[in-house]
Each structure stands twice: as structure tokens, then as C-alpha cells.
């Protein structure tokens, strides 16, 4: 083997994908990247009930949206007979063996084991079955199911954030690989794929660490290298409390239509775990560089997606008016307004989306807000504002007009006038909202 580095990104295309396959993603990826090795986009889809190839459409969609390029798919769905092959040789060498329990069967027997206070692994009972007791089940049930015969013996791994695991193979039930309707489960399909395609490094859900256990003893049965395994934590919403009910609502597809900029999610989901800060960094190349997989913890992990917010605003901040340009032209926005409009909005927008409704306030003009001792003021001022369109002096030499006039100075000058003016006691700099304001409703 050589020692290129080479992982991969393997969904089930069952759904869409959500953070925390993205954590899952990226990990893999900045691994590949960092040693300048490749990245492998495997869809899981041995499953024809539930893939759906929209699935595997918005899986390409939501990577390239953020900037995680792969180096070539592949599908398990076309790698069927290599599957076959590889549960052939392990029927040969007596590792593999047919069991027709039915989950109502197992089901019972799982109670039972509990009550007796014993570990609820499956019993082997079908390894006692005669030829011709298998032939009277599948004739009465139909082809059973394809177990796997693990080895009774401590399954170790230096894992890459869990560090030291051993698993006992004997608390483990042996694992069905193909089901009785002959298809191929991902636990070998997996094993198969990793081997063959030399995969390196597999960081995946701490969630399969029981299957990485099964998954070496099987490789080995195999003739494979086992890769490096590492298996970060499962998120948890902000209280800690288990995120996976919410994830629907966590995709990457919704917070992409939310305006949550890729370089925000990006950056936080890099470092969230780990013992390095998150920070904004607008280049991949920079995530590539400060990334390191031993700086993770397998305690459980903290997502709050309002954290994207504040990382998003930064990250618009950092933006030229050339970066939104289409964002900003479908506003209507014209063109020699865009430089000054982006400007002024950058500072005070945390989404994209939050353009539109600034734009309104410009075009058409705020509802103006008068204060009752105000309004006399605000009438008189209005009076000396010359017409649209305004410019940069328009604010300055204004104020100071009204300020003569009526001798007003300071905030109780500016405040009303502001308010009047954009519906609002805070806002941008007023010299550079002028030359946007369109129209001026306090005007009458
Ligand atoms: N298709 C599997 C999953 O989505 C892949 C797990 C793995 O990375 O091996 O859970």
C-alpha cells in the first residue's frame, strides 16, 4: 500500500444532511487535504427503498456549496457483485453462516437475556441447525438472513480521538450483513470499499464504534488493512439536550436558505469540540492548515446554530461591494448606488437576506417616527431639507441649518431628525444614508 493519504465522506442518501454529517464531512475532508491526499465521495446507497437520488443531488449540492470538492464518487449500488464476492469467501472460510430468527423471535430473546440479567447478544442457536432444518426454515420462512461469525476475542484500535478502545467480540452479537431479502447491509459493503479503495483514515460518529469493532474483525477475515479509525462526539443542542430529533431542521440546505454564509459554518464546524478557539477564516486553505484531529474531545458537543449568526455577520463584513454584486442588483438597487448602499449596510446586516428590507427603507422611505414634542420641530426642519436626490454634504449642511434656525444642537438636533428620517433611534452613519434615501415621508 502506499502511503497516501485517502479518506472519504459515505452518506446514506436517505435524507438531507445536516451538521452533523458535516462534521463528519469536513473532518474527512481537511484530513485528505492536509496531506495532500484524496478524498473520496462514497454514497451508501445499497438500500433502493429509501435512496433517492434527489438525496444524492442535494449531498453534492450542500459539499459544493461549501467549497468541499471531492476527488471522484463512488456508489455502492454499483458494487454489488464485488459484495457478493466478499460474503462468498467469508461463507468459505466458515465465517458467515444463514439464521432465520424472526424479530418477534429475537425480539423475546433479548427479553429473556435481560431478565437473567445477561448481555442481550445473539445466541448462535443457528449455527446448531442441520442442513435440513435450514432447508424446512426457508422453505417455511424464505431465505434467512447472513450473519457474520465474530471472533470471541478483545477488538482493539488506537483511536484517533478516543484513543485506546477495546471491545469485547463476545458482547457483541454477530452482525447481519446481508438481509433475507438479499440485500447487502453497509457494515460489509463498507469494509469492502475501505479495503479496496485503500482508504487511510475513517473519523465517523461515535455512534459506530461498536460497528468499527465488527467492521476490523471482518477486514481481517478479509485480508485488508485495517485504516486508522476516529470518532468524534455526537452534537447536543445548546442545553445539552440530544440533537438528533431536531437535525431534520438542521440541514445544510435550510441554513443555506436561512443566508448563513458557507464560510461561517465552516469555521465553526472545524473547531467545535476541539481545543482550538473558533475564528473566522474566509479561506479553506486556512481551516486546512489549523486543523488537528488529536485537538478533539469525545465529550459531547454543543451545537447552538444561532453561534452561525454572529460568524456569518463577520464574514459579510469582510466583503467588497463586488462580492454581493448580484445579491445587490436583485434588489433593484442601481448601479450607482451599490458602492455606497453596501457600505452602509455591511455593518448592520447579519444575513444577505437582511438587504431587502434596508433597500425598502431606502426606496419608498421609512414610516417616520415623531415623538409628540417633536413634532413642530421635525415640521420646521423639514421645510429647509432641499429635494432629492442627496448627497454626502446633504446631512451636515442640513443640520446645521435647522440647528440656526431653531437652535436646537446636539441630540435633541440629530435624534428627531434621524428617527424622521428612517424610522429608527440607531442606525448607519446619517451623512452616508442620505445620498440612498429615495424619498422622505416626513416630508408630507
Ligand atoms: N453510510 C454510513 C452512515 O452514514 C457511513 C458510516 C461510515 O462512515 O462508515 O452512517
Known amino acids: 500500500m502506499s502511503d497516501k493519504t485517502i479518506t472519504r465522506f459515505a452518506p446514506s442518501p436517505t435524507g438531507w444532511i445536516h451538521v452533523g454529517n458535516l462534521r463528519t464531512a469536513l473532518m474527512n475532508y481537511l484530513i485528505a487535504r492536509k496531506a495532500g491526499g484524496e478524498f473520496i465521495l462514497r454514497i451508501d446507497d445499497t438500500d433502493p427503498n429509501r435512496s433517492k437520488e434527489e438525496y444524492v443531488d442535494g449531498i453534492k449540492r450542500d459539499l459544493e456549496w461549501l467549497g ?33 430468527e424472526t424479530p418477534t423471535e429475537l425480539d423475546l430473546k433479548r427479553k ?31 431465505d434467512g438472513v447472513w450473519r457474520f461469525k465474530l471472533k470471541h476475542e478483545r477488538i482493539v484500535w488506537n483511536d484517533g480521538i478516543l484513543g485506546d478502545v477495546s471491545i469485547d467480540g463476545a458482547s457483541v452479537s454477530d452482525p447481519v450483513l446481508i438481509r433475507g431479502d438479499g440485500q447487502i447491509l453497509y457494515t460489509l459493503a463498507s469494509v469492502v470499499d475501505d479495503t479496496e479503495m485503500g482508504v487511510t483514515h475513517v473519523v465517523r460518529g461515535s455512534d459506530h464504534v461498536t460497528n468499527t469493532g465488527t467492521q476490523i474483525q471482518i477486514m481481517q477475515a478479509l485480508g485488508g488493512t485495517v485504516p486508522s479509525f476516529a470518532h468524534h462526539s455526537l452534537l447536543t443542542g445548546p442545553q445539552g439536550e440530544a440533537l438528533s430529533k431536531r437535525l431534520g431542521t438542521l440541514a445544510l440546505k435550510d441554513l443555506r436558505e436561512a443566508g448563513i454564509a458557507p464560510q461561517a459554518l465552516l469555521s465553526l464546524m472545524s473547531r467545535l469540540g476541539s481545543s482550538d478557539p473558533v475564528e473566522l477564516r474566509t479561506e479553506m486553505d486556512a481551516l486546512i492548515e489549523g486543523f488537528d484531529i488529536s485537538r478533539f474531545g469525545s465529550a459531547p458537543t454543543k451545537f447552538d446554530a444561532e453561534d452561525l449568526k454572529p460568524l456569518t455577520a463577520k464574514y459579510l463584513q469582510t466583503l467588497d461591494v463586488a462580492d454581493v454584486a448580484d445579491a445587490v442588483a436583485a434588489l433593484g438597487v442601481p448601479d450607482d448606488l451599490a458602492t455606497q448602499f453596501w457600505n452602509v449596510t455591511r455593518d448592520n446586516i447579519t444575513t444577505l437576506h437582511d438587504l431587502g428590507p434596508w433597500w425598502t427603507m431606502f426606496a419608498n422611505g421609512a414610516e417616520p417616527v415623531i415623538d409628540d414634542e417633536d413634532r413642530d420641530f421635525v415640521a420646521q426642519a423639514m421645510t429647509l431639507l432641499p429635494d432629492a436626490p442627496f448627497d454626502g454634504d446633504t446631512w451636515g449642511a442640513w443640520t446645521s441649518a435647522v440647528k440656526e434656525a431653531t437652535g436646537r444642537k446636539g441630540k435633541g438636533l440629530f435624534m428627531p431628525l434621524r428617527k424622521a428620517l428612517t424610522g429608527q433611534a440607531h442606525g448607519p452613519d446619517m451623512s452616508a444614508v442620505m445620498p440612498l434615501l429615495q424619498v422622505v415621508k416626513a416630508r408630507g
Open 112 to 142: 429473556k437475556q435481560l431478565n437473567m440479567g445477561k448481555p442481550p447478544v445473539y445466541d448462535r442457536a443457528a449455527l446448531a441447525l442441520s442442513d435440513d432444518e435450514k432447508a424446512a426454515l426457508r422453505a417455511e420462512r424464505g
Open 68 to 100: 468541499i470538492h471531492w476527488d471522484r464518487v463512488e456508489r455502492q449500488s454499483l458494487r454489488l457483485e464485488k459484495y457478493h464476492a466478499a460474503a462468498q469467501e467469508l461463507r468459505d472460510m466458515d465465517r458467515f453462516y444463514e439464521a432465520f
